[in-house]
T-cell receptor, first 113, second 117 residues
Framework: AQSVTQPDIHITVSEGASLELRCNYS??????LFWYVQSPGQGLQLLLKYFSGDTLVQGIKGFEAEFKRSQSSFNLRKPSVHWSDAAEYFCAVRGDSNYQLIWGAGTKLIIKP | NAGVMQNPRHLVRRRGQEARLRCSPMKGHSHVYWYRQLPEEGLKFMVYLQKENIIDESGMPKERFSAEFPKEGPSILRIQQVVRGDSAAYFCASSPDRGLEGKNIQYFGAGTRLSVL
């Protein structure tokens, strides 16, 4: 069965520091992978996606993610975080059905001034 | 271009009452998906609908839960005789189509937070 693991429930980083949020997936075929962000009181906004091709994908708000098949990972990175990046981040993989998204439990990002 | 609209944002019900959650997809989108998020967990797929059709309801509890997406109007997720365990955030997403080989993007609303007293 497909699954997504986000091992870090909370991460705290200082403003201006670099960020990496981990995501590991379990899926037999080529996965379609997504990162969404949820700000307080807001809906889920798509940051970036991987379908095929270049394994380093660029997203909005200065985020990027790298697909590593050998490690079954799709980690999210940002070189320098801003206070406005404080939110909850979700990794998701497309399931066998071609429309169901399988989600990780999320990582809450806290920014220290 | 308005995004996916869900209402109400917060809904409080007593045990045994009915909860109705509404979702208006983005303009031009005819595919709707409902997900449930329990506290401290990721979202779980519930149901996938196209206009007037339920395509997949495999994630929806067999009893008390139903969903529809009529020809006119929003998609409705209905929970009858709510229990405390139904307390959760319910998210709706929409897409313009199913996408070739699943390469579609689902756009999400802000969710409805249901609290059952």
């Amino acid at each position: 069965a497909q699954s997504v693991t986000q091992p870090d429930i909370h991460i705290t980083v200082s403003e201006g520091a670099s960020l990496e949020l981990r995501c590991n997936y379990s899926y037999g075929a080529t996965p379609y992978l997504f990162w969404y962000v949820q700000s307080p009181g807001q809906g889920l906004q798509l940051l970036l996606k991987y379908f095929s091709g270049d394994t380093l994908v660029q997203g909005i708000k200065g985020f990027e993610a790298e697909f590593k098949r050998s490690q079954s990972s799709f980690n999210l990175r940002k070189p320098s975080v801003h206070w406005s990046d404080a939110a909850e981040y979700f990794c998701a993989v497309r399931g066998d059905s071609n429309y169901q998204l399988i989600w990780g439990a999320g990582t809450k990002l806290i920014i220290k001034p | 271009n308005a995004g996916v609209m869900q209402n109400p944002r917060h809904l409080v019900r007593r045990r045994g009452q009915e909860a109705r959650l509404r979702c208006s997809p983005m303009k031009g989108h005819s595919h709707v998906y409902w997900y449930r998020q329990l506290p401290e967990e990721g979202l779980k797929f519930m149901v996938y609908l196209q206009k007037e059709n339920i395509i997949d309801e495999s994630g929806m509890p067999k009893e008390r839960f139903s969903a529809e997406f009529p020809k006119e109007g929003p998609s409705i997720l209905r929970i009858q005789q709510v229990v405390r365990g139904d307390s959760a955030a319910y998210f709706c997403a929409s897409s313009p189509d199913r996408g070739l080989e699943g390469k579609n993007i689902q756009y999400f609303g802000a969710g409805t937070r249901l609290s059952v007293l």
